[in-house]
């Protein structure tokens, strides 16, 4: 079955130290987001892309960057940790060409501590 | 500017009880979408409902019903005789055309008692 998945699930890091976390989908889907999800903000969008070699910024993207180089994955990279980025993080895809295009389906999550 | 509200941070009830959860939205196109996400104590999230603004019927899905009303730029969720299983935070969410991106509202949690 297709589905999209997340790695690592939980990380702990360091404050300083560059951290990838992993997305990959197997549903061909174009458009893959990345959100954070914080107590008292629901969840918020870092970085997006709509197919490969494209990415845009969110709202919170400062201190994350993300590479589109194949369909399926959008790996989202912190610089330089900090503790402020210790978030749960979502992957998520949408299918343009569908007629629920904007439907978006996440991942498990990704748990991140910055110690 | 878009944005979802969603006022009621927490709200506990009894099995079997009704229970309505209410989001507000902004925007300013004519065209846009919303949608409801469910995420139970696990983590995941669980897709629930879209609804774009041409379509102002109310839907029911089981338990489940959403109502839709532009005049006041409100999409109210409604479960009706809420079971343990409901306990979950839902979100709801905007979309405008031709952007995909999701605006999440805050989230409310929903406690179900046996």
């Known amino acids: 079955d297709a589905e999209i998945t997340q790695s690592p699930r939980h990380k702990i890091t360091e404050t300083g130290r560059q951290v990838t976390l992993a997305c990959h989908q197997t549903?061909?889907?174009?458009?893959m987001f990345w959100y954070r999800q914080d107590l008292g903000h629901g969840l918020r969008l870092i970085h997006y892309?709509?197919?490969?070699?494209?990415?845009n910024k969110g709202e919170v993207s400062d201190g994350y960057s993300v590479s589109r180089s194949n369909t399926e994955d959008l790996p989202l990279t912190l610089e330089s940790a900090a503790s402020s980025q210790t978030s749960v993080y979502f992957c998520a895809s949408s299918d343009v060409y569908s007629s629920s295009y904007n439907e978006q389906f996440f991942g498990p999550g990704t748990r991140l501590t910055v110690l | 500017a878009q944005k979802v509200t969603q006022a009621q941070t927490e709200i506990s009830v009894v099995e079997k009880e009704d229970v309505t959860l209410d989001c507000v939205y902004e925007t300013r196109d004519t065209t846009y979408y919303l949608f409801w996400y469910k995420q139970p104590p696990s983590g995941e999230l669980v897709f629930l409902i879209r609804?774009?603004?041409?379509?102002?019927q109310n839907e029911i899905s089981g338990r489940y019903s959403w109502n839709f009303q532009k005049s006041t730029s409100s999409f109210n969720f409604t479960i009706t005789a809420s079971q343990v299983v409901d306990s979950a935070v839902y979100f709801c969410a905007l979309s405008e055309e031709d952007t995909d991106k999701l605006i999440f509202g805050t989230g409310t949690r929903l406690q179900v008692f046996p």
């Open positions: 892309s709509y197919g490969v070699q494209d990415t």
């Open positions: 609804r774009n603004s041409f379509d102002e």
């Open positions: 549903w061909n889907h174009n458009n």
